[in-house]
C-alpha cells in the first residue's frame, strides 16, 4: 500500500483555528494516547516505539527507541529528559512552527517519553531566538498543569513529572546534545567528550536522553496507531512521516509532511517547480552541514540510506534550493563564514580551521584566488573532518567538500585573472 | 651557536634565597605615579537592580535541581532591567548563584544574544545567512545601515541609531539563520518575525520604529521592546491574564507554514487511517 504524497500527522491539526490551545487539541484526539500509555508499562512504550522503528529527528537519525532503552532501568540517580528545540541548522525551520502551531502533542510527547524513562523533570530547551515558540509552550505548560497532565498524579496513574520551558541565549553549538547539557548547567554550551554517553551521565551527571521536538511530538501518534500504522508511510528502515521544510527558488516555499523516501522530484511538484521556470543548481537534503546535491539527484529517495547512499546525509530534510542565478563559491563562504562564527572554540581542527577557511574563501570570492586554493581549502578540510571533537566540524566542511566536487570549474573561474603569468610563456 | 653551558635537573630546586632576605615589602601604591583615586579598586560595584529583580532570581534559581542552570534565564533577566549585561549584572548574577564574576562572565560573553553594550529600545535582527542572503537578506542588511547610518557612515553589527533607553533607538545586527526559511528573507524586532521582507519594506520598518510606532510582527506578539522581551526569556510572562492571551494567541498561522497542510486537505490526501485500538507490544515483565 502506497501512502499518499502529503501524510498530515504531526501538521493535521495546524489549519485548525487557534490550534495551539488546550481546547482545541482535546477536541482533536489530544491527550487520549496520554491515557492509553499511562495503563501500559514503561517496558511496552519503548518496545513499541522500538518496534515503530521511529529515528531522530533531528539530523542523526539514531533509533529513538533504542536510545530510550539506554537508561539505566534503576533509579539510583533522577532521571531527565531533555528536548532539543535549540533548532538553528541553517535552513531547517520545522520544530519552530511545530511548537508554535501545536505545543501540546510535544508536551503529550514528553510525558510518554518521561513515564517509558522513568524521569520526573523534563527539560524543553529552545533556541532563545525563538521567542513566539517560547511563549506558546509556556501557554500550554500551564493549561496542560491545569487540566492535570502535568504535574503530581498525571490522570490519577501516580506518574509525576514537571516540565520547564528553557530559553537559550544564541549559540548554534548548544544544538549538539552535549553541548546543549552543558548550556542547560549554565556553562558556556560546548560539547562534551563521549563516553559517557548522556544516558550514563548526562544532565548533572545523571541518566539522560535527549530527543528532538519532532521526535517526540511523533510519539503520541505511534502510541495511538500502533507500530504498523506508523510503518505504512516511509520506508522499512526509516518508517513514518518527515516534516520537509522546503525554502528558496520554488515557487510555494512551506512546510510539507511526506512519507520518508520522497524525492526532490515529487516535492517540487507539491511546491510548484522553480520559481519563475529557472533551473534548479544545487540544494541542501538536510541543512547546510549536509553535502550538497544537485539536478542529478532529483530522484534520491530522502530517507536516511537513500541520502547516505547518494554522498549526502539526511539531516534535519532541512531542504533549501538554489537555481542557477546564486553562485556556488559564493554560497559556500557564507556558510562558511556561519561555522566560523558559530565554532565553540573548544578544538583545534574546527576553531582554527573554520577561520582560514572562510579567509581563503572571502578572499576567492573577491577575486583574489589562485589555483592552489582550492587544493588548501580541501586540505584543511581533510584536517578538520573527523578530526574535530563534535559534528560541527564535520559538517562545516560539507558544503566546501561537496562545491569543489561538484562546482570546481566555478571556483577554477573563479582565479582565471589571477594564473601567474611565466617568462616567456606568452610568445 | 650557543652551548647549553649545564642541563637543568628535573624537578623543584629550593630557593637559595627568600623573599625576605631582600628587605621589607615596597609599598607599591606610595611610590606609584598614579594617584591612589585613579587605581582600580576592590570594592564591589552598587547593584541597580531593586529587591523585586533578586527575589526574581531567586525564583529562577528555585526552578531547576542545581541552581546554576538558573544563570541563562538569570543574564536574560539582567538584560531586561538594563537593555544589556553589564559589569553589575555579571556581579549580580554571580552574588545570586554563588559564582565568580570569572565564571559568569565567561558565559555570557560565549552567547550572542547578551549585549554588552547598551541596546536601543528595539534590535533589529536581520539574517544574513545564505538562503536569506540569497533572497535579499544582504541587500536588507546592508540598505538598513546605510539608511540608519550618520555622515556617510553606514551604522554596523551591534550599532545603535539614536541614544539607548530612548524611544525609537535601534540597535541592528546580522543574524544567523532564524529557522524561517520558507518565509525569508526574514528580520526579526525583538525576536518576532517580520517575513518576506524586501530593502524597501525594511527601511519602512525602521523608520516606523524610529518614529516610536510599533508595526505588527507578521508571526509573533504584539511589538514591545526589547526589555520586555527579555523578561520572557527570562520566563516571566504578563501578570494580567488578558495582556498573556494577547502575547500569546499573537499570529503564527503563515501561508508557508500551512502550505502542505492545506494541499493535503485540498487534494483530499491524509496519513492511513489509524486502527480503533492498537494494543501496546506484550513484553515480559522483569
Given at each position: ?427 | ?43 564591589p560595584l552598587a547593584s541597580p537592580f531593586d529587591a523585586a529583580t533578586v527575589a526574581e532570581a531567586q525564583a529562577l534559581a528555585a526552578r531547576y535541581p542545581q541552581s546554576r542552570s538558573a544563570l541563562l534565564p538569570m543574564l536574560h533577566l539582567v538584560q531586561s532591567v538594563q537593555g544589556y549585561v553589564s559589569q553589575e549584572g555579571i556581579a549580580f548574577c554571580g552574588e545570586q548563584l554563588g559564582l565568580s564574576e570569572a565564571e559568569v562572565s565567561a558565559v555570557a560573553t560565549f552567547y550572542t544574544m547578551y549585549k554588552r553594550k547598551p541596546c536601543g529600545e528595539h534590535l533589529v535582527s536581520v539574517c544574513t545567512n545564505t538562503l536569506c542572503a540569497a533572497l535579499g537578506g544582504d ?148
Amino acid at each position: 500500500m502506497t501512502a499518499d504524497p502529503i501524510t498530515p500527522v504531526l501538521t493535521k491539526r495546524w489549519l485548525s483555528p487557534q490550534s495551539w490551545r488546550l481546547s482545541t487539541y482535546e477536541d482533536l484526539e489530544g491527550y487520549s494516547a496520554l491515557r492509553k500509555a499511562l495503563k501500559g508499562s514503561p517496558e511496552q512504550l519503548v518496545q513499541l516505539v522500538k518496534d515503530s522503528g521511529l529515528r531522530g529527528r533531528g539530523g542523526a537519525g539514531f533509533p529513538a527507541g533504542v536510545k530510550w532503552s539506554f537508561m539505566p532501568p534503576n533509579e539510583d540517580k533522577p532521571h531527565y529528559l531533555v528536548i532539543n528545540a535549540d533548532e538553528g541548522e541553517p535552513g531547517t525551520c520545522k520544530d519552530i512552527p511545530l511548537m508554535m502551531a501545536d505545543p501540546h502533542s510535544l508536551i503529550e510527547g514528553c510525558v510518554i517519553a518521561a513515564y517509558a524513562m522513568r524521569s520526573h523533570h523534563c527539560f524543553i530547551y529552545v533556541r532563545g531566538e525563538a521567542l513566539h515558540p517560547i511563549r506558546r509552550l509556556n501557554a500550554a505548560v500551564r493549561e496542560a498543569q491545569a487540566a492535570g497532565y502535568l504535574g503530581a498524579d498525571i490522570l490519577g496513574s501516580g506518574f509525576d513529572l514537571e516540565l520547564t520551558v528553557h530559553a537559550g541565549a544564541g549559540a548554534y553549538i548548544c544544538g549538539e546534545e552535549t553541548a546543549l547539557l552543558d548550556s542547560l548547567e549554565g556553562r558556556r554550551g560546548q560539547p562534551r567528550l563521549k563516553p559517557p554517553f548522556p544516558a550514563a551521565a548526562g544532565l548533572y551527571a545523571a541518566p539522560t536522553t535527549v530527543n528532538n521536538v519532532e521526535t517526540i511530538a511523533s510519539v503520541p501518534y505511534i502510541v495511538n496507531g500502533g507500530a504498523d500504522w506508523f510503518r505504512q508511510m516511509g520506508r522499512e528502515k526509516s518508517p513514518g512521516p518527515k516534516i520537509f521544510s522546503i525554502s528558496g527558488h520554488v515557487e510555494r516555499p512551506g512546510q510539507y509532511e511526506a512519507p520518508l523516501g520522497t524525492t526532490l522530484r515529487e516535492l517540487l511538484e507539491l511546491c510548484g517547480g522553480m520559481k519563475d521556470g529557472i533551473p534548479l543548481k544545487f540544494w541542501t537534503p538536510g541543512g547546510s552541514s549536509t553535502p550538497l546535491f544537485t539536478a542529478e539527484h532529483l530522484d534520491v529517495p530522502l530517507d536516511f540510506e537513500g541520502a547516505a547512499e547518494a554522498g549526502s546525509m539526511l539531516g534535519t530534510t532541512a531542504v533549501q534550493i538554489f537555481n542557477e542565478t546564486v553562485s556556488v563559491p559564493w554560497a559556500v563562504m557564507k556558510w562558511t563564514q556561519f561555522y566560523e562564527h558559530e565554532s565553540c572554540g573548544k578544538c583545534t581542527p574546527c576553531r582554527e580551521g573554520t577561520y582560514w577557511l572562510a579567509q581563503i574563501l572571502e578572499r576567492m570570492v573577491d577575486g583574489h584566488g589562485t589555483e592552489e586554493d582550492i587544493d588548501t581549502l580541501l586540505d584543511v578540510c581533510d584536517n578538520i573532518f573527523g578530526r574535530s571533537f563534535c559534528a560541527l566540524g564535520d559538517g562545516a566542511v560539507s558544503p566546501i567538500t561537496s562545491g569543489i566536487k561538484y562546482f570546481r570549474d566555478e571556483f577554477l573561474a573563479l582565479c582565471e585573472s589571477n594564473k601567474r603569468e611565466l617568462v616567456g610563456a606568452q610568445a | 651557536m650557543t652551548t647549553p653551558s649545564e642541563t637543568p635537573r628535573p624537578g623543584a630546586e629550593p630557593a637559595k634565597e627568600t623573599f625576605a632576605a631582600a628587605g621589607a615589602d615596597v609599598d607599591v601604591v606610595g611610590i606609584s605615579p598614579v594617584r591612589e583615586e585613579g587605581m582600580l579598586a576592590d570594592e564591589p560595584l552598587a547593584s541597580p537592580f531593586d529587591a523585586a529583580t533578586v527575589a526574581e532570581a531567586q525564583a529562577l534559581a528555585a526552578r531547576y535541581p542545581q541552581s546554576r542552570s538558573a544563570l541563562l534565564p538569570m543574564l536574560h533577566l539582567v538584560q531586561s532591567v538594563q537593555g544589556y549585561v553589564s559589569q553589575e549584572g555579571i556581579a549580580f548574577c554571580g552574588e545570586q548563584l554563588g559564582l565568580s564574576e570569572a565564571e559568569v562572565s565567561a558565559v555570557a560573553t560565549f552567547y550572542t544574544m547578551y549585549k554588552r553594550k547598551p541596546c536601543g529600545e528595539h534590535l533589529v535582527s536581520v539574517c544574513t545567512n545564505t538562503l536569506c542572503a540569497a533572497l535579499g537578506g544582504d541587500a536588507i542588511y546592508k540598505r538598513l545601515g546605510e539608511h540608519l547610518g550618520e555622515d556617510g557612515k553606514p551604522l554596523g553589527h551591534e550599532q545603535t541609531a539614536g541614544t539607548p533607553g530612548e524611544q525609537g533607538s535601534i540597535t541592528i545586527e546580522h543574524a544567523e539563520c532564524l529557522a524561517a526559511c520558507d518565509l525569508g528573507p526574514v528580520l526579526q524586532v525583538n525576536y518576532e518575525y517580520y517575513d518576506n521582507q524586501t530593502p524597501d519594506s525594511a527601511v519602512e520598518l525602521v523608520d516606523a520604529l524610529r518614529r516610536g510606532e510599533k508595526p505588527a510582527p507578521t508571526r509573533g506578539a504584539p511589538l514591545s521592546d526589547f526589555k520586555a522581551v527579555e523578561r520572557q526569556l527570562a520566563g516571566f510572562f504578563p501578570e494580567d491574564e488578558e495582556a498573556y492571551r494577547i502575547d500569546v494567541d499573537g499570529p503564527s498561522q503563515a501561508v508557508e507554514t500551512l502550505r502542505g497542510a492545506q494541499l493535503a486537505a485540498d487534494r483530499g490526501w491524509t496519513a492511513p487511517a489509524m486502527a480503533d485500538d492498537a494494543p501496546l507490544p506484550e513484553v515480559e515483565a522483569k
